[in-house]
């Protein structure tokens, strides 16, 4: 019971962080400048941090990673935000600072294997930074309600893939990587998502300025089969590494990238479907 209190407690503090940075972008970008880049600083530590002990990376290059995932943010929206054809052309210089950086201060590291050390780095920016801040790309291109409508499918499959999947789930979707993962949770997720855009699309058509249904009900479909994949290519790399969270930081829920693991798929997902599928609305 405590478990479960814990759980809704930190789930709604999650929820309640992405909701208000996003409605509050129309006014200052502010909270929306500090909730994902902390997202990005502690999902990057968590994900450097697995691994073997003997393979640990020091103090100054966790830092210098977890800097560079917020420069790689940073980077995106100076991109799609700077005003003038010279501030969006500085959008490069954190991307470039932090690779010069980091492969020159592994030089002076001769105890570490240099090549699994940088993995893990660009493990990091290609795997939690990058997708992130791409979520800058998407808000340049539609409505900053529409992000938030994404992140609502997220939860929204999360909640029907797992309800269904405990009362009903009996085949396994990939056993060798998820075991309690099942096709009846997919499918559950898939029909709370696509049940979602119907009603959000009739009910709060101006709230989040949808383009039209169509585009609304694929969103949902994109985002759901994605998070599917997020949340497998998650569990791939914990089991690699024999753990079963990523971290601690949330309690109930384990670490950050327990929480965002389908959103690091779905981002990108996402962007292209909005970009390639729909190019009407750009």
């Not at 954190?94 to 201060?105: D, E, K, S, W």
């Not at 800058?136 to 529409?146: V, Y």
């Not at 992000?147 to 396994?172: E, N, P, Q, S």
């Amino acid at each position: 019971m405590i478990n479960f209190i814990q759980r809704i407690f930190s789930g709604a503090i999650y929820i309640a962080l992405i909701v208000s940075s996003i409605l509050l972008l129309d006014n200052s970008p502010v909270m929306y400048l500090l909730v994902f880049p902390l997202f990005i600083i502690v999902g990057v530590a968590e994900l450097i941090g697995m691994g073997r002990k003997e393979d640990s990376q020091s103090w100054l290059v966790n830092v210098i990673d977890m800097l560079g995932g917020v420069g790689v943010f940073m980077a995106f929206y100076m991109l799609y935000e700077g005003e003038t054809t010279q501030s969006r052309a500085l959008w490069l210089l954190p991307l470039a600072a932090y690779l010069l950086l980091r492969c020159i201060v592994q030089l002076y590291r001769p105890k570490q294997n240099a090549l699994h050390s940088l993995e893990r780095s660009f493990l990091a920016m290609g795997y939690v930074a990058l997708p992130v801040s791409l979520l800058n790309c998407i808000m340049s291109i539609t409505a900053p309600r529409l992000l938030l409508g994404m992140f609502i499918f997220i939860w929204l499959y999360d909640t029907g893939a797992y309800c269904v999947g405990m009362l009903l789930g009996k085949h396994r979707l990939f056993e060798r990587i998820s075991p309690k993962k099942s096709w009846e949770g997919v499918i559950g997720g898939v029909v709370a998502c696509i049940a979602g855009a119907y009603a959000s699309f009739y009910w709060f058509d101006e709230f989040f300025q949808v383009p039209d249904l169509t585009t609304w009900i694929g969103l949902s479909v994109v985002v759901a089969v994605f998070a599917t994949f997020g949340d497998l290519v998650e569990s791939l790399i914990k089991r690699s590494v024999g753990v079963k969270d990523s971290g601690s930081i949330i309690p109930g829920h384990g670490g950050v990238l327990d929480r965002i693991d389908s959103l690091l798929l779905v981002a990108p997902a996402v962007l292209i479907y909005l970009m390639l599928v729909v190019p009407a609305i750009h």
